[in-house]
């Protein structure tokens, strides 16, 4: 009985290793998935900080501009008030021009006239007309009256040609205002118009950050889900209970995915061509040495391993919630359909294009539909 309680003892034990060791790799990687999603969720709070602070100091600028809108505005319909006030006074200045020319007009005749009496009378002039005259007060009366006619002709004719100097003289001064104001008008304008694209510019800067920001927030929130997920992973492990292999979500890392392989991108997503008529491609393509290795940018499961019609050897890794990664053109490929792959591991090596040329054609895909890699790829 003793050695059968022994046997069943070293039994029990035996087989607690086992299962131990059978969980350990589990242990492993779902702690390894919590420190990833731990650092990414910190690097997010980072950015969610920076993105507040930059956007603070985009409001602050933002306001000055807005006074400084506000100024420039209240300068611009200043100017435009003094400029229509100078319009206005050199249409009165015309006016007063045009009336003061028809009363000389008007005038002219009877000067004229008296003009040409005076001329008839030969340069004696006005003592013709005082020596044709039979006494003194006649002679007192035509002095008197040549003296007055005298002083009328030469006095209407200076202030008329007074009246004109100085409507000539205002007319020149508003002209040169009116210019001037036209100058000012048109810089006080352009000041305006680059104030207001400013704002504008400003403005589309603090919607940009607040979509990021939301976006921040979204992807924050699922990696928290995430992590809560993990850490009931591994109080089920703690207990010894089977679970699900665990898979943190590849949106949270979009801009932070490790790229595939070292290379230089030749061909940009949306551009190319693939063995005849141009067509858009749905990746990019890297130039690199033949045989370098290439690696998973997310963790996931191996859906397809093998040849494809125009993009060779292609593996193409399933990250969950319909979103993938494929990497063609491989000279190798070093897993399998139904492989797990975790970030970084090795899925092939590098082969050549369609062209001949050393390349890696990858791809990925979120919610079913191609994305650019570049914007979620890790900036080198």
């Not at 492990?237 to 292999?245: K, S």
């Not at 070093?334 to 040329?357: M, Q």
Request: aromatic share 4%; charged share 30%; proline share 3%.
């Amino acid at each position: 009985m003793g050695n059968r309680s022994s046997s069943a003892c070293v039994f029990l034990l035996v087989a607690a290793a086992i299962g131990l060791a059978a969980q350990a790799p589990d242990r492993a990687h779902v702690d390894a998935q919590a420190k990833r999603a731990a650092e990414r969720l910190a690097a997010l709070q980072k950015e969610a900080e920076t993105l507040a602070g930059q956007e603070r100091t985009l409001l602050g600028e933002l306001r000055k501009l807005e006074v400084e809108r506000e100024i420039k505005l209240e300068e611009l319909t200043a100017i435009e008030r003094e400029a229509a006030d100078v319009r206005a006074k050199l249409a009165a200045a015309g006016t007063r021009t045009k009336a003061l020319e028809a009363e000389a007009e008007r005038q002219r005749p009877d000067i004229e006239a008296r003009l040409v009496r005076l001329y008839k009378m030969g340069r004696a002039g006005y003592w013709r007309l005082l020596l044709d005259v039979n006494s003194l007060r006649e002679i007192g009366r035509a002095y008197r009256t040549a003296a007055a006619l005298n002083r009328i002709d030469r006095d209407r004719v200076e202030e008329h040609r007074r009246t004109l100097a100085a409507l000539t003289t205002e007319r020149a001064s508003l002209q040169t205002r009116a210019r001037e104001l036209g100058r000012l008008e048109t810089a006080a304008r352009r000041a305006s118009a680059a104030v207001e694209a400013s704002v504008a510019a400003r403005g589309a800067l603090v919607r940009s950050i607040d979509e990021r920001r939301d976006l921040n927030a979204q992807l924050a929130g699922e990696l928290q889900d995430a992590q809560r997920k993990l850490q009931s992973t591994i109080a089920q492990l703690t207990a010894g209970r089977e679970v699900p292999a665990a898979t943190l979500p590849i949106r949270p890392f979009q801009g932070a995915l490790l790229w595939p392989s070292e290379g230089v991108v030749s061909t940009r997503f949306g551009t190319g061509t693939r063995g005849g008529p141009a067509s858009s491609r749905n990746g990019i393509e890297l130039s690199l040495p033949e045989g370098d290795a290439v690696r998973a940018v997310h963790e996931g499961v191996v859906a397809y391993a093998d040849a494809f019609t125009g993009y060779g050897n292609l593996v193409i890794v399933d990250h969950g919630d319909r979103a993938y990664s494929l990497y063609g053109h491989l000279s190798e490929m070093s897993v399998k359909k139904g492989d797990r792959v975790e970030v970084s591991a090795p899925v092939g090596l590098a082969g050549r294009n369609l062209s001949g040329n050393p390349s890696l054609y990858f791809e990925l895909r979120v919610d079913g539909q191609p994305v650019d890699p570049l914007q979620w790829l890790k900036r080198q």
